[in-house]
Structures are given as structure tokens and as C-alpha cells.
């Protein structure tokens, strides 16, 4: 990740360009890197480049995490992505199977754990055999506290889905038998078909095999307990590691956990934390936390020390004599863990006169005494 360019950068754009001008210059790129027009060595990798900063800055949430975390808050970059690319394909003239070509390009994925944060990292670029569909994305939300934000939290999960069928393998086949290759597709999983669009263009069309629904095999003889799917629906125990300082709203990718697909390849489980709001700190931003804190007339003036609660424990807080209602005091390093980054923030106390609500005879005397003196030395 440290090697990746700036996605502004790598579209030639200002990080203020509107949504026409970053549309625009990828097209441009595109066109000039795109594999099938540019028969350089470079090409195909620059075309992921741009693609890469294309399917961030296109997207309103997707261009907000990034100008806020940078590449850290860009994984999954390409997930709902395709409709962009589909219309900038068919306006560069790959129209009827732009999504083949960006399948292609940016198809499949696998390995395990959590999301290293480049989008590239497991994918595989199949440019044939049979069509690789992953499986199904799972959602799965999370409660954590902001102590749990402070030093992370494992959890045991129990996760329903559909998973591989270990009676076949994934195979779909029952025991003893093998599925057949696809006399149609001869094992491709996929047809083309061609259209001639004048004496000078040819185009080929990619298509799934209607006599295998894309798998590439054919089986004679299903699978007892899958039916021939090769999975079947199970509940796993999945233990989750949830980092330090991660934030309300932030989802985590655990790669390979989802849904398997008929096709033999594993969705993704997205775990969405929300982080419940604390009886006594609100968070802040870059790992700062915020405590009110109710001090006399008389602390401020004099000053004192006293200790405050913080998320790490008591604390020793000392307010300087002359202190003002409202200021800010910092204790540095008592908030939370920066995510993705080093470090932690502080927690700042803002400091608040605690006017009581009655008061004894001998207190309203020494108040009214302390009036007259101030009275005195104001003329």
C-alpha cells in the first residue's frame, strides 16, 4: 500500500474536480491504456490504476473515506462499482459486454483473513475457462463499546450459510462419480457469439453456456445431500478479532467467510460496526475523547486537583487558579487508539461551574460579603 500513487494523481485531476471532470479524464485514460487498443507491456497495469482511482472517486462515500484515511479507507473499492464502468465501456465502443471485460479485468477472489486494504490483493484475472461467480456476501452487524474501541474485542460468532458440500467436495457429484465436461462449451463455461458491424468490425461476444448455467460440467448423477448445488446450508462458529480504534459505521471485510457459490469461490463477511454511545464520553475525532466535568466557583479561582474519570482509569487533573468557565484541559495519550495509524488521541475535559441549586444561610452571607468586595475593587 505505501507504493500506491494518489487516485488524484493517477487521474490527472485536482482533489476539488467535480464528478464530470474525474468521468471524463478516466475515459480518456482508459481509452489510451485499455489492453485490447495498447499493445504495451505496462498497459494492462496502468488500466488497473486508473481503474482502481476511477471506482474510489466516482463514488460519493467511497471518495469520502479516502480523503479522510487515505488507501486504508478504501477496501472493497470496485463492490458497486460496475454500472460506472458499464457506461464509459459502451461510450468507448465496447458496448454488449462491457461487463465481461470488467469481470475479466476484475473478477474472482479468495484467501482469508482481514483486508490488507488493496482492492488487488486475492483477485485472480481469468481471461478463460469456465465463469467464476463468487458466492454471496454476508452483512453481519456488530454492537461494540468504546472500551471495546479502546483495546479491541474477540467474539465468537455463529454464522448460517451456505458453505461447501464435504459429502462431494463441491463437486455436486455423488460419491463414485465425476461430473462431465460440457460437450457445448467444451469446459468453458462460456460461448461466444460474433457480430459483423460492417466490412471492418468484428465483434466478439462472450456469453454463459445455457447448457451448464456456466459451470463448465455436467452431472449425471447429483449429490444426495446437495442435489447437485455442491453446498449445502450449515451454521459455522467464527471467531472475530476486532482491532483497537476502529469506528461507528466502519465495515470490516473478512475475506473468503461468505457464501459459497455453485461456481466453487467464496463470498466475503462484512462485519458493520456500530459503536454504542457511552454514559459519560463522547468521542471525538483522530482518537480524542470529550468529558464534561462540574467544578465549583471557587476551584476555578483558586485552582485544585482532583482526579477525573477517563477510559484508562482515574486520572490526576490539575485547573490552574484564575481558570475560565468553558476551557479545555488535556490529558495526553488517555483517549483512543488511531485507527489504521499510531498512536492515541487525548482526553479533553471541558470544564463547567456547578451553580448549586440551594444554599445555607452562612453560605449566602460569605457570597454576598465576596460581592461586596468585588463591587469595591471594580470603583
Known amino acids: 500500500m505505501a507504493n500506491k500513487r494518489d487516485y488524484y494523481e493517477v487521474l490527472g485531476i485536482q482533489k476539488t474536480a467535480s464528478k464530470d471532470e474525474i468521468k471524463n479524464n478516466y475515459r480518456k485514460l482508459a481509452l489510451k491504456f485499455h489492453p485490447d487498443r495498447n499493445k504495451s507491456k505496462d498497459a494492462e497495469e496502468k488500466f488497473k490504476e486508473i481503474s482502481e482511482a476511477y471506482a474510489v472517486l466516482s463514488d460519493d462515500e467511497k471518495r469520502k ?203 466475503d463477511l462484512l462485519i458493520r460496526i456500530h459503536v454504542t454511545p457511552h454514559k459519560i464520553f463522547e468521542r471525538l475525532d483522530d482518537g480524542h475523547i470529550l468529558y464534561n466535568l462540574n467544578v465549583n466557583y471557587t476551584s476555578l479561582v483558586l485552582g485544585t486537583e482532583l482526579k477525573v474519570p477517563t477510559l484508562h482509569g482515574l486520572e490526576k487533573l490539575k485547573i490552574p487558579p484564575g481558570t475560565s468557565s468553558d476551557a479545555i484541559l488535556r490529558l495526553k495519550g488517555k483517549g483512543l487508539p488511531r485507527y489504521g495509524s499510531y498512536g492515541k488521541g487525548d482526553q479533553l475535559i471541558k470544564l463547567r461551574i456547578d451553580i448549586p441549586q440551594k444554599i445555607s444561610d452562612k453560605q449566602k452571607w460569605l457570597l454576598k460579603e465576596l460581592d461586596k468586595e468585588f463591587q469595591r475593587d471594580r470603583f
Open 65 to 267: 473515506r479516502y480523503d479522510t484515511y487515505g488507501h486504508i479507507g478504501t477496501e472493497e473499492v470496485f463492490r458497486g462499482s460496475e454500472a460506472n464502468f458499464e457506461e464509459i465501456f459502451k461510450d468507448m465502443g465496447f458496448g454488449g459486454f462491457a461487463k465481461t471485460i470488467f469481470e475479466q479485468m476484475f473478477g474472482g477472489r479468495g484467501g482469508g483473513g482481514f483486508t490488507s486494504g488493496d482492492p488487488f490483493s486475492g483477485f485472480t484475472f481469468n481471461m478463460g475457462g469456465s465463469e467464476r461467480r463468487r458466492g454471496r456476501d454476508i452483512l453481519y452487524d456488530m454492537e461494540i463499546s468504546l472500551e471495546d474501541v479502546l483495546k479491541g474485542k474477540k467474539d465468537e460468532i455463529e454464522l448460517p450459510k451456505f458453505d461447501r458440500c464435504y459429502d462431494c467436495n463441491g463437486s455436486g457429484a455423488e460419491k463414485g462419480s465425476k461430473p462431465k465436461i460440457c460437450t457445448e462449451c467444451n469446459g468453458r463455461g462460456q460461448t461466444t457469439r460474433t457480430y459483423n458491424q460492417g466490412r471492418f468490425s468484428t465483434f466478439i461476444s462472450l456469453e454463459t453456456c445455457h447448457n451448464c448455467k456456466g459451470k463448465g460440467e455436467i452431472i449425471d448423477h447429483p449429490c444426495n445431500k446437495c442435489h447437485g448445488s455442491g453446498r449445502v446450508k450449515i451454521t459455522k462458529k467464527l471467531q472475530l478479532n476486532i482491532p483497537a480504534g476502529v469506528e461507528d459505521g466502519m465495515t470490516l471485510q473478512l475475506t473468503g467467510e461468505g457464501e459459497y457459490s455453485e461456481s466453487g469461490y467464496h463470498g
